[in-house]
């Protein structure tokens, strides 16, 4: 049945991409494109493409999406349900365990060793997306803008992402 | 079976707060750290800072998507096995609908140029939002300047040498073991 392949191939996806985001991208492609020939190379392009432009995660946008042209709504369905099956398994499983032994304090001495490297991920990530974003004056001026509505103006960052799309649509 | 923070009647507020991270979460991953840090940490006070950086080590190391393990560990911390399943359904949705209605119309992307514009708008943002979000975690994890100085290391290790993410999160965690136990034995010897 056409659902259950879908389910089970997005699910292969989902357990197996470690890092998230474009980590998943050569995994998918061979599920996708290799494996199963359910689309081409051009239309798994137009999907990153899309991916880019729609919110959520890049697994979520081609599982919603191959499954749809596959097999309709169901089938976006069953795609999606598989490639978010593996993180509910596996963190559930982590959460409980981790509820189990905190407090062990060897276990609270790991996490706290861990923390500083969570803060290196998160700025490696700024900047990764701003070394291909802030090129220019303008970028940087919006930057700026963002930084004054932030602190300034106290604007919640859900605006200031809706502002910062209305500005970009008025200055490039 | 989880920690029920929330009152069943929060759940619906809760189910509603992811929908939102995940109807923003433009640019990958990393982009809801800020979202979920306001949400979550700041205005709802569901989650300590502390907790919301071990979360994410979490969701890092785990397969699957950052964002979508990051919400299940947050669900089920407010409100057990139905909390996951909720504040899943709630980042996943939003994604889901709008590649679902670009599907039906699919033709073959042209890029509409305002969406292209609004996108270089948005990028530079998210930078100075998670900036802005990890001046607000350091707090709660930099301790001591051995924080400092491995968090520094780290960033050299993925920016520098691009070491896996999972690899960097597993060697901070042995230092804070090495230290643990370090001190352990320095404070036994001590006392003995």
């Known amino acids: 049945m056409i659902y259950r392949v879908l389910f089970l191939s997005f699910f292969k996806i989902g357990l197996f991409s470690f890092g998230g985001g474009y980590a998943m991208i050569p995994l ?18 137009d999907i990153i493409a ?26 976006a369905a069953a795609a999606t349900a598989g490639v978010t099956a593996p993180s509910l398994i596996i963190i559930l499983l982590l959460a409980f365990l981790i509820k189990k032994y905190r407090g062990l304090a060897w276990v609270d001495a790991f996490f ?13 990530a700024a900047y990764s997306l701003g070394r291909g974003s802030i090129l220019g004056i303008k970028d940087i001026i919006l930057a700026l803008a963002v930084l004054a509505g932030l602190y300034i103006f106290k604007l919640n960052p859900i605006l200031i992402i809706a502002l910062a799309a209305a500005a970009g649509i008025l200055i490039y | ?76 911390r407010l409100f057990g096995l139905a909390g996951a399943v909720i504040a899943t359904l709630g980042t996943v949705l939003p994604s889901f609908l709008s590649i679902l209605s670009i599907a039906l ?16 708008g948005i990028y530079p943002a998210l930078v100075v939002l998670i900036l802005a979000a990890v001046f ?18 780290g960033l050299i290790a993925l920016v520098v040498f691009d ?30």
């Not at chain 2, 949400?39 to 969701?59: H, P, S, T, Y």
């Not at chain 2, 607000?136 to 290391?153: E, G, M, S, Y």
Request: charged share 15%.
């Open chain 1, 112 to 124: 706290s060793g861990v923390r500083p490297a969570v803060i290196a991920l998160i700025v490696k």
């Open chain 2, 163 to 192: 070491v896996h993410p999972i690899l960097v999160i597993l060697a901070s965690g042995i230092t804070g073991l090495i230290r643990y136990f370090a001190g352990g034995r320095r404070e036994r010897s001590a006392g003995g």
């Open chain 2, 1 to 76: 079976m989880g920690e029920r923070r929330l009152s069943p009647r929060q759940l619906l507020s809760m189910f509603w707060v992811f929908f939102k991270i995940g109807a923003f979460t433009l640019g990958g991953g990393y982009a809801m750290i800020p979202l979920m840090k306001v949400e979550i940490v700041d205005r709802q006070n569901w989650l300590e800072e502390k907790e919301f950086l071990d979360i994410i080590a979490v969701a890092q190391c785990s397969p699957g998507a950052v964002a979508i393990n990051s919400s299940v560990y947050i669900g089920y």
């Open chain 1, 50 to 75: 899309i991916s880019q432009m729609t919110p959520g995660p890049i697994a979520v946008n081609a599982a919603t999406f191959v499954g749809y042209r596959i097999a309709g709504f169901w089938g």
């Open chain 2, 136 to 153: 607000n975690l350091q707090k709660a994890a930099f301790k001591n300047r051995i924080d400092v100085a491995v968090a520094i290391t």
């Open chain 1, 28 to 45: 998918i492609q061979k599920e996708i494109i290799d494996i199963n020939g359910w689309l081409t190379l051009e239309q798994f392009m």
């Open chain 2, 105 to 120: 119309v699919y033709t073959g992307v042209r890029a509409y140029p305002a969406v292209q514009k609004a996108f270089r």
